[in-house]
């Protein structure tokens, strides 16, 4: 079966240190990969999209990479805040026979300590 | 201002009874879908629509029933199939596969 995985831990970390999360998919093919943050009782927000032909995305300070041989994407956070703390998704869009059928991760939870 | 909205945003129903969440989008988005959320976890899909008049199971419709006769409009009923309903809605929708817009949620309780 297809299944989006990601750190179920939550992540610690100190102000200004990078924080990496990790997303891996099985059975799945995907041509994008998307990341979202989403804050307590509110709904996710987009934050990058990465193409299967794409190394590597930055947007500021995030940094997203996709290896598509591995079936892994790691999520980068440099110069971490406390501001960044939140859970973080990963999602999938697969293409089925009724449309694009967009599947998340379970999601991590960083929290970033003064 | 373009968007999706959630309504209501708090929701109680009694043992046995149907509810209806609504979500509107002015996107003009072709796909939308409904997901729940229980505490510390992540997203299950429940419905999606890609074109109106259409739309497909997710991996756990089970207990849900869904419409799409309007573009802008998907709405999700709950019904009392359904046997543990309180959770956290969320209506999202795309254009193509790119970036989800989400609403800001249902949180629905039995009561």
């Known amino acids: 079966s297809q299944k989006i995985e990601q750190n179920s831990e939550a992540l610690n970390i100190q102000e200004g240190k990078t924080a990496t999360l990790t997303c891996n998919y099985t059975?799945?093919?995907?041509?994008?990969l998307q990341w979202y943050r989403q804050d307590p009782g509110r709904g996710p927000v987009f934050l990058l999209l990465?193409?299967?032909?794409?190394k590597e995305k930055r947007k500021e300070r995030l940094k997203v990479t996709f290896d598509t041989t591995l079936k892994q994407s790691l999520f980068h956070i440099t110069a971490s805040q406390p501001a960044d703390s939140a859970t973080y998704l990963c999602?999938?869009?697969?293409?089925?026979?009724?449309?694009?059928?967009?599947?998340f991760g379970t999601g991590t939870q960083l929290k970033v300590e003064l | 201002d373009g968007g999706i909205t959630q309504s209501p945003k708090y929701l109680f129903r009694k043992e046995g009874q149907n509810v209806t969440l609504s979500c509107e989008q002015n996107?003009?988005?072709?796909?939308m879908y409904w997901y729940r959320q229980d505490p510390g976890q992540g997203l299950r899909l429940i419905y999606y629509s890609q074109i109106v008049n259409d739309f497909q199971k997710g991996d756990i419709a089970e207990g849900y029933s869904v419409s799409r006769e309007k573009k802008e409009s998907f709405p999700l009923t709950v019904t009392s199939a359904q046997k543990n309903p309180t959770a956290f809605y969320l209506c999202?929708?795309?254009?193509?596969?790119?970036?989800?817009?989400f609403g800001q949620g249902t949180r629905l309780t039995v009561v």
């Open positions: 059975n799945y093919s995907p041509a994008y």
């Open positions: 990465i193409r299967e032909n794409e």
């Open positions: 999202a929708s795309t254009r193509d596969r790119t970036e989800a817009f």
């Open positions: 999602a999938l869009h697969l293409l089925t026979g009724g449309g694009n059928k967009l599947t």
């Open positions: 996107l003009n988005h072709d796909a």
